[in-house]
Structures are given as C-alpha cells and as structure tokens.
C-alpha cells in the first residue's frame, strides 16, 4: 500500500523568511496530493491541492510542487507570518470518476515561525 | 453552507465497551470518511463511504466498522474498546477535496 514520508517533524524560522516541506511517497499509481493546516485544538484544513498531471500550482503565498518521476511533492510557504504557525500534513491518494479515494498522510511537521 | 459535523465531541469509555461516533457530511457530499488521529501518530484512514457502501478500509481491525445512511451520514462504531484506541476520530466528506469536521474525542478509562 501507499506510505507518505515527510520531513521535517519542526521546522522553525523567522518571520518573512521562506519555509519548504517536503514528501515522498511510495505508489506511482497516486494522483492527487494535498496539503492541509491544523491548528491546535482545529480540524485540519486544505490550503493547497495538486493532481499529478499538473507540476506546480501556486495561492498567494503558498506554492506545492510535484515530481512524478521522483515521487516527490513539496509545500512552499513565502513571506512567512506568526500566524503560518501550526501543524502541516501532506497526503497522497489514488483518485478515480469523481473522487479523490482516501488519503494517507505524512506525519506532520509542526511548523513555528518567531516574530 | 454547513460543514461537515461530528457528535458527540467528546465521548468517555471503560475497557471492554461499545463507542458510537456519528458523522453529517456537507450538503451533497456523497463520500465520507473516517481517519483516526492518535498522539503523535498523525492521522491514520479508517474507512471510506460512499453511496452507502464501504469502498475501502485502512488497516484497523474488525472491532471497527460503521456505515452510511441514505442521508450520506455516517457513524462509526468501536467494540471491545482498548486503551489504544483513546484518540481524536475526524469525519471528513467530499465531493473531491475532502473537508474535515471538528473531530470526537474519544477517551478509554
């Protein structure tokens, strides 16, 4: 089955500065990868999506880019700010007709930016 | 637009008991699923919904099971329950990205 892998566990950085996540994953037959954001104590949110046939997709400060040939997907986050501050997980699922399947996910990175 | 809602949202058992967690998808998502988020273990898919059947399950054992209504609601059920199984269950339901609900938390005495 599919394992996600995702590096690393913390990450911290000044506000302003840039951060990057990273994955892996293990299934060539995966095509869809999100990302989501959860707050402690909040459900996890999705912040950003991309399917396999596209290579890089971009919303304001966040960026996730995807080598297929690799199997490897990362998030970017810009221009960090206080409040970027949480726990994120990647994820990787074989999507078919209209559904995505169901995700399995990285561990999380707990990501702190410093004021 | 309402999202996705579990109940209850907290839930405490002893050993050996049955737990029942329900779920309310977002309006015409037909798809829902179960994940389990333990401490420190991220969030592990438990089963998959859809149209009222079960399309896939994660590796947990057959203790776990639900279903799904006409309604697309669903509940998950846990029996015999074990100390291990004291995490946050989150519900999410999709129509293609999927979107997570508040979560139950579920504590084993």
């Known amino acids: 089955g599919e394992n996600v892998e995702q590096h690393p566990s913390t990450l911290s950085v000044q506000e302003g500065d840039s951060a990057v996540i990273k994955c892996t994953y293990s299934?060539?037959?995966?095509?869809?990868f999100p990302w989501y954001k959860q707050e402690l104590g909040k459900r996890p949110q999705l912040i950003i999506d991309?399917?396999?046939?596209?290579g890089e997709k971009k919303d304001q400060r966040i960026a996730v880019t995807l080598n297929k040939t690799a199997k490897h997907f990362s998030l970017h986050i810009t221009e960090t700010q206080p409040e970027d501050s949480a726990v994120y997980f990647c994820?990787?699922?074989?999507?078919?007709?209209?559904?995505?399947?169901?995700?399995?996910f990285g561990k999380g990175t707990k990501l702190s930016v410093k004021p | 637009e309402a999202g996705v809602t579990q109940s209850p949202t907290h839930l405490i058992k002893t050993r050996g008991q049955q737990a029942t967690l329900r779920c309310s998808p977002i309006?015409?998502?037909?798809?829902v699923y179960w994940y389990q988020q333990a401490l420190g273990l991220g969030l592990q898919f438990l089963l998959w919904?859809?149209?009222?059947?079960?399309?896939n399950r994660g590796n947990f054992p057959p203790r776990f099971s639900g279903r799904q209504f006409p309604n697309y609601s669903s509940e998950l059920n846990v029996n015999a329950l074990e100390l291990e199984d004291s995490a946050l269950y989150l519900c999410?339901?999709?129509?293609?990205?999927?979107?997570f609900g508040d979560g139950t938390r579920l504590s084993i005495l």
């Open positions: 999410a339901s999709s129509l293609g990205a999927q979107h």
């Open positions: 919904y859809d149209e009222g059947e079960e399309r």
């Open positions: 994820a990787a699922s074989y999507g078919y007709g209209g559904s995505q399947g169901n995700l399995i």
């Open positions: 991309i399917r396999s046939n596209v």
């Open positions: 309006s015409g998502h037909t798809s």
């Open positions: 299934d060539s037959a995966s095509n869809y």
